[in-house]
């Protein structure tokens, strides 16, 4: 009888197919397989691209706009001066127009007109630059075109020969001026 004990009792063949078709019984049986990480990942692939196309694109937008602005703003940049100086123009043209003028009437005339100028250089923000007598030469505003001897400090200005402007903070011209020589 012991015999027949250790005898191995053959195994059922229909359990060892149903065994080996049977999926592991391991730690990873409930993650996705990797046909579907893979399209999930080329899903997220598709996303990003798509995200990344627009971002370039409204870079490129924003890029064109701004030289368009500042094709703009270089095309149109004295407009306001312009704007300013019409009516400047068209009180020259109508003291022109007068057929006896006076010398008191030309002088008024000029006197509005220059009035109306410099309005529209405060407007547009076009300083005169004036430098007062005994005022250190500034080398970034003046230009001296002569240097002569004089009772004051040696590079001050002495006389001013013509103005000088700004417009903003940018020099647009330096006055012209003579400067004291050192004694």
């Known amino acids: 009888m012991q015999d027949q004990e250790n005898q191995a009792v053959p195994p059922n063949p229909e359990a060892a197919a149903a065994a080996a078709s049977a999926p ?4 990873e049986a409930g993650l996705p397989s990797l046909e579907e990480q893979l399209a999930a990942t080329e899903a997220k692939l598709a996303d990003m691209h798509d995200a990344f196309m627009r971002a370039k694109a409204d870079g490129e937008n924003i890029r064109r706009r701004a030289q368009e602005d500042v094709s703009k703003a270089h095309k149109f940049a004295v407009e306001s ?3 300013a100086l019409v009516p400047v123009k068209d009180s020259l043209e109508m003291a022109l127009k007068v057929e006896a003028p006076t010398l008191e009437s030309l002088k008024e005339g000029v006197e509005m007109t220059l009035k109306q100028l410099s309005a529209a250089f405060e407007r547009n923000r076009l300083i005169a630059i004036e ?4 005022e250190k030469l500034d080398p970034n505003k003046h230009q001296a075109v002569a240097v002569v001897p004089a009772d004051q400090e040696a590079n ?3 006389s001013v020969l013509q103005k000088g402007y700004m417009i ?3 020099l647009l011209r330096p006055a012209i001026v003579t400067a004291a020589q050192a004694k």
């Not at 592991?24 to 730690?27: F, K």
């Not at 430098?131 to 005994?134: E, I, L, N, R, S």
Request: no cysteine; hydrophobic share 35%; proline share 18%.
């Open 168 to 170: 903003a903070d940018r």
């Open 24 to 27: 592991p019984s391991t730690p």
């Open 156 to 158: 001050t200005v002495v």
């Open 131 to 134: 430098p007062a007598q005994g």
């Open 81 to 83: 001066f312009a704007e």
